[in-house]
C-alpha cells in the first residue's frame, strides 16, 4: 500500500517514515505544502498523512485542493492542532481521520491499517483468498494451516493483491500502490516480485492462486 | 467622607439648601428689621422735633405748649412715650408726667441734630430714644416792654418710646424665618432623597449587568438602554474596558495555544522516533542514531522551555539584573561560540567588528541571552554561504549593538512582526519545532527589561539588521 507523509518536522517525518517502510508500505515523504499537493495529485495514494501547519501551502488548502480535483485517497489528518473547531473544520473538508501531536506510533498504524480496509471495503482484518489466509494486522500468512515467511515487500505486493481479489491488476496498479519514488525503477520488478511470491505461496498439490491475464496483469484467486 | 454616593449627594443637597436658607432668612430679617426699626425711628424723631419747636424761651421761662404735652403718645400708659427737657446745667426743664418721678438718661449729640438709640425703661423694657440739643424758640410778644432775653442757651430734649411691640414683631419673624427653614428643610430632604435614589437607578442597573459577566464570558458588553448621558459614558469605558480586557485573554489563549502546539510538535517527534526505534531489534548503530536525534530535539525543546520561563519571568518581574563592567567583542564571541559548527556546516561567515575596548554597565547574562538569541536567529536565516556581521557604537550615555545577516527573504511588512511571539518568519526556510519564534520576542523584552530598546531593518539586497539599543 502506497502511503503520502507530507510532515515539516523533520524528526517525526523522517521516524515515521522508517517506521511506515518497515511495516511494509511504501512511502513517500515531504516536508513542503505545495511539493506534497503535487505528489497528492499526480499518484493514486492509498493513504494521505497531512500535517495541518505545513511551509509553502497550508494542510487544509492542500486537502481541499485533492478534494475538489476528485482524488480519493483517504486522508488522515496529524497536527498539534487540537480545537474541537479545528477537528470539525478538518474533518468537514473531506479528511477521513484526525491524530493529534504527540500519538502512539501504534495507533497510526492501526488507523492507517483502518483507512486502508475502508479504501477496499475490507471489514474483516484477515482475509482469506481459498485456503489462504492473511492477517492485515500482524502481516502473518497461511496457505492452509502451514504459516509462510514473507519479505515486507512481497507482503505488500500480497497484500495489495487480497485486497482487490478476484479483480484483474494491471503491473501500473501493482507500481503505482506497492513501490514508492524510492524503489529502484525497473520494469520487471513487479514481474520479480510476483515470481517471488509466486514460489512461496503456490503449492503443487493445491490449486493455483495467482493467475497471469496476459496482456492485462494478474489476478489473485479465481479468475473472474 | 462616607462612601455611600447616594449619602454624599443627600448631604450636599441639604447642606446647600441649609446654607441658602440661612442666608435668605438672615437678609428678609436684616430688610424687615431695618424697615421697622426705621419707621418707628422716623415717627419718633418727628415726635421729637415736634416737641423741640414747641418749646418756648419766654422771659427766660422755658414753656412747652400744652397742647403738645396733651397729645395721646404721651398720655398712652400701654405704649408710652416719655419725653425729658434739661437746660443746660442739668435743671429738667420739663419732662412727661408718666414719668413722675423717674427720669430719663441724658445724652446728647451736637447743636440741631437728632441721635437715635436704644435704651431700657426702669423694668428693662426695651425703648428707643431720640435725644435732640437745639436752642429753644423765642416767644414773640406785642408787648413793647418786652425784651428778648439776651442770654439764650441750648437745651436738651430726649423722648423716649417703648419699642416692646417692635421688638415683639422682630421676635414673631424670627420664629416664622426659624420654622419655615425648618420645614423646607425637612420637606427637600424627603425630595432630595426620591430624587437621589431615582436618579442613582441607572447605575444599579449597570451594575447588576457587570455581575452577571465572568471571567469565562467577556465577549458580553453592558447594554444598559435608555441611561442617562453620564452614566452612558461609564458604560462605554466599561466595555471599553471589557474590550481591552478580552483581547488580552485572547492573546494569552492564543500565546498558550501556540505554546502547547509547539510543545508537542517536538513531543510527536520524540515519541515516534523512541516508538518506531523500538518495534524492531537493531544495530548498535541505527540505536545510536536514533539517540542522536531524540537528543536535538530534547535541546531544542529545553532551549523553548528555557525561553518560555525567562518569557514568565519577566511577565511576572521576577528577573533580578545585576550590573557590571562588560567588554562587548568577547561577549558576541563567546555567544557565538555555540553557532560556529551550524554556520561552517552552511559555510556562513561570521564578522565581529566589535572593538576591543568598547565596554558597557550591564547585566552579563541577560545581554548574553539576548545576544544568543540574535545570532541564532542570523544563523538560521542567513544564505548559505552568506555573512553575519556585528558592529557596536558607544555614545556617552548608550551602547548601540547591530547585528546583520545576508539572505533575508522577509518583506519590509513580516519585519515588522518579527518580534510577535511565535511567528517565524518564512515557514519554509525553517523547521516547525528547531525554530519556535521565540527567540526575538524574549530579545525585544529582555532589552526593554534593561531599559533599552530593539529594532528590525531590511536593507536592500536582502540584508537584515537588528540594533540593540540600550542604556550603560
Not at chain 2, 554556520?343 to 550591564?362: D, M, W
Request: aromatic residues 6%.
Amino acid at each position: 500500500m502506497r502511503l503520502l507523509l507530507i510532515e515539516d518536522y523533520r524528526p517525526l517525518q523522517q521516524s515515521l517514515m522508517k517506521g511506515l517502510r518497515e511495516a511494509g508500505f511504501a512511502v513517500d515523504t515531504t516536508g513542503d505544502g505545495k511539493e506534497g499537493l503535487w505528489y497528492a495529485m499526480g499518484n493514486e495514494y492509498d493513504v494521505i498523512i497531512l500535517d495541518l501547519m505545513l511551509p509553502g501551502m497550508d494542510g487544509l488548502e492542500i486537502l481541499k485542493k485533492i478534494r475538489t480535483q476528485g482524488r480519493k485517497s483517504h486522508v488522515l489528518i496529524l497536527t498539534a492542532k487540537d480545537t474541537l473547531q479545528d477537528r470539525i473544520t478538518g474533518l468537514d473538508l473531506g479528511a477521513d481521520d484526525y491524530l493529534v501531536k504527540p500519538f502512539a506510533y501504534k495507533e497510526l498504524l492501526a488507523r492507517v491499517r483502518a483507512l486502508l480496509r475502508r479504501s477496499y471495503q475490507q471489514k474483516n482484518p484477515r482475509i482469506k483468498v481459498k485456503d489462504l489466509q492473511i492477517d492485515l494486522t500482524s502481516h502473518r500468512v497461511w496457505r492452509g494451516k502451514e504459516e509462510i515467511q514473507l519479505t515486507p515487500r512481497e507482503y505488500a505486493l500480497l497484500e495489495y493483491m487480497a485486497m482487490r481479489a478476484g479483480q484483474t491488476i494491471s503491473r501500473t496498479d501493482i507500481w503505482e500502490h506497492v513501490y514508492d519514488f524510492n524503489s529502484s525503477a525497473s520494469s520487471n520488478v513487479v514481474d520479480v516480485y510476483i515470481g517471488y511470491l509466486r514460489k512461496k505461496i503456490e503449492r503443487p498439490d493445491k490449486s493455483q492462486l495467482i493467475h497471469t491475464v496476459r496482456g492485462r496483469g494478474y489476478i489473485l484467486g479465481a479468475q473472474s | 467622607m462616607t462612601r455611600s454616593l447616594r449619602a454624599r449627594l443627600l448631604i450636599g443637597i441639604i447642606a446647600g439648601i441649609i446654607l441658602l436658607l440661612t442666608v435668605f432668612s438672615l437678609l428678609i430679617y436684616g430688610v424687615i428689621r431695618s424697615a421697622l426699626v426705621k419707621q418707628f425711628d422716623t415717627s419718633l424723631a418727628s415726635v421729637t422735633r415736634m416737641l423741640a419747636a414747641s418749646v418756648e424761651l419766654d422771659n427766660n421761662d422755658i414753656e412747652l405748649e400744652f397742647e403738645i404735652q396733651q397729645m395721646s403718645e404721651f398720655q398712652n400708659i400701654e405704649n408710652p412715650t416719655y419725653y425729658q427737657l434739661w437746660e443746660p446745667n442739668d435743671t429738667v426743664a420739663a419732662k412727661s408726667p408718666l414719668l413722675d418721678t423717674d427720669d430719663l438718661s441724658r445724652s446728647e449729640g451736637p447743636l440741631d441734630t437728632l441721635v437715635l438709640g436704644a435704651s431700657q425703661d426702669k423694668n428693662g423694657q426695651p425703648q428707643r430714644t431720640a435725644s435732640l440739643k437745639f436752642m429753644p424758640r423765642i416767644a414773640d410778644s406785642d408787648d413793647k416792654n418786652y425784651r428778648p432775653p439776651t442770654n439764650v442757651q441750648a437745651l436738651t430734649l430726649v423722648v423716649a418710646r417703648d419699642a416692646g411691640d417692635l421688638y415683639g414683631q422682630l421676635r414673631f419673624l424670627r420664629w416664622l424665618l426659624l420654622i419655615a427653614s425648618a420645614a423646607v428643610i425637612a420637606l427637600s430632604f424627603l425630595t432630595a432623597a426620591v430624587i437621589v435614589r431615582q436618579g442613582l437607578l441607572p447605575l444599579n442597573s449597570i451594575a447588576a449587568e457587570i455581575a452577571t459577566i465572568k471571567e469565562d464570558n467577556l465577549t458580553a458588553r453592558i447594554t444598559a438602554e435608555h441611561v442617562p448621558a453620564e452614566v452612558v459614558q461609564i458604560k462605554n469605558r466599561l466595555n471599553e474596558l471589557l474590550s481591552r480586557l478580552q483581547a488580552s485573554f485572547n492573546r494569552e489563549r492564543q500565546f498558550n495555544a501556540d505554546v502547547a502546539h509547539e510543545l508537542r510538535t517536538p513531543l510527536a517527534g520524540l515519541r515516534s522516533t523512541i516508538e518506531v526505534t523500538l518495534t524492531h531489534t537493531r544495530d548498535e548503530d541505527e540505536y545510536k542514531s536514533a539517540l542522536s536525534d531524540c537528543h536535538a530535539i530534547v535541546e531544542n525543546m529545553q532551549t523553548m522551555v528555557n525561553n518560555l520561563l525567562t518569557l514568565a519571568k519577566l511577565d511576572t518581574q521576577q528577573i533580578r539584573f545585576h550590573t557590571e563592567q562588560i567588554q562587548l567583542a568577547e561577549l558576541v564571541n563567546s555567544c557565538w561560540r555555540p553557532f560556529s559548527d551550524r554556520a561552517l556546516k552552511r559555510k556562513i561567515s561570521f564578522h565581529n567588528n566589535i572593538e576591543p575596548e568598547i565596554t558597557c554597565e550591564s547585566d552579563r547574562r541577560n545581554l548574553s541571552i539576548v545576544l544568543s538569541n540574535i545570532l541564532d536567529n542570523a544563523v538560521e536565516y542567513a544564505d548559505e554561504g552568506g555573512q553575519i556581521r556585528t558592529t557596536a557604537r558607544r555614545t556617552d550615555d548608550s551602547v548601540e549593538v547591530a547585528a546583520s545577516n545576508t539572505g533575508c527573504q522577509l518583506t519590509g511588512e513580516q519585519v515588522s512582526q518579527i518580534f510577535d511571539c511565535f511567528w517565524r518568519g518564512d515557514l519554509s526556510r525553517s523547521e516547525t519545532g528547531t525554530h519556535c519564534g521565540l527567540g526575538l520576542a524574549l530579545v525585544q523584552r529582555l532589552i526593554k527589561a534593561l531599559g533599552g530598546h530593539a529594532t528590525a531593518k531590511l536593507q536592500p539586497g536582502g540584508i537584515f539588521i537588528l540594533r540593540l539599543i540600550f542604556p550603560t
